[in-house]
């Protein structure tokens, strides 16, 4: 007899509009103007202004532009507290999904994991997944890096914006180049959970 896995399901959501305050607190600490940000990041100079008051959920690939140009990482955006990204000497970090703070899109739920390791050349995110169509995306997710996918529960199919797409079921695996335009969509009635490792530095240091 099989017994159906239950849901982790993380508690904690952050509020856009603290991630936004704290995208703006980032950017006057470092003295740059949002024209500066958006130049730097790619990012619409109006979606940024947006995303900093609070009126705006953005998708991964704007917020991780954004957090980039301001060399901060996820988990310092997302954490409870302004602990993350410590600079001390780490040998191993532990975390708990189920207390993984994160941020909510609409498509998907992102909660970064192992954000008090310093000097990460990897961000393992929990997700999940609530899209089912492509037409709910404006584009493709685009990010530096490579990136790993495991299904932790559910069905999803990864879309490609080459047309190429890759079906992966509980427990299957998948590895591509991130910087090709990409978007996850579940397959049936429940959302998915997935594990995802990309290989994009969070860490950098302002030179």
Known sequence: MTTES???QPQTLIDRVLVGARLRAHRKQLKLTLKQVSE???VALSTLSKMELG???VSY???AAAARALNIGLPQLFSSDESSGSSE???????????AAGYATGHYEYHPLAGDFPGRNMMPIYARIQARALKEFE?????????FVMVLSGCICIHFETGEEICLRE???AYFNSAV????????????EIIAVTSEPWDQVSS
């Open 40 to 42: 730097q990041s790619g």
């Open 61 to 63: 690939d704007k917020l």
């Open 89 to 99: 000497p780490v040998t191993v970090v532990s975390s708990k999904i189920s207390e």
């Open 171 to 173: 427990r299957e695996t």
């Open 139 to 147: 584009d493709f997710i685009r990010h530096p890096g490579q990136e």
């Open 55 to 57: 009126q705006a959920t």
């Open 181 to 192: 335009g990409h978007v996850y969509l579940v397959e049936g009635d429940k959302d998915a």
């Open 6 to 8: 239950q849901p982790l």
